[in-house]
């Protein structure tokens, strides 16, 4: 059986969903968000919607990527 993350079944705080904004916004994915959060990306997804932060890629250079010149 998997492991659960250290966050699982906890409520949010506000800096947590701060800090979820701010990941989505830089285009990180679900589930590095959910490693740096310990949540599950079912949990990411989840709270996402709830805040109406979209997950989806914007169109930039994926994370962790740079643009070749």
């Not at 310990?38 to 930039?60: D, F, G, W």
């Amino acid at each position: 059986m998997a492991k659960k993350p250290g966050n699982s079944g906890k409520q949010w705080t506000s800096q947590q969903e701060q800090q979820l904004k701010q990941l989505a916004a830089g285009n990180t994915p679900t589930r590095v968000i959910g490693l740096k959060m310990e949540r599950t990306p079912a949990a990411i997804q989840a709270k996402a919607s709830e805040l109406k932060v979209s997950l989806k890629p914007t169109n930039q250079a994926p994370y962790g990527t740079k643009k070749k010149a």
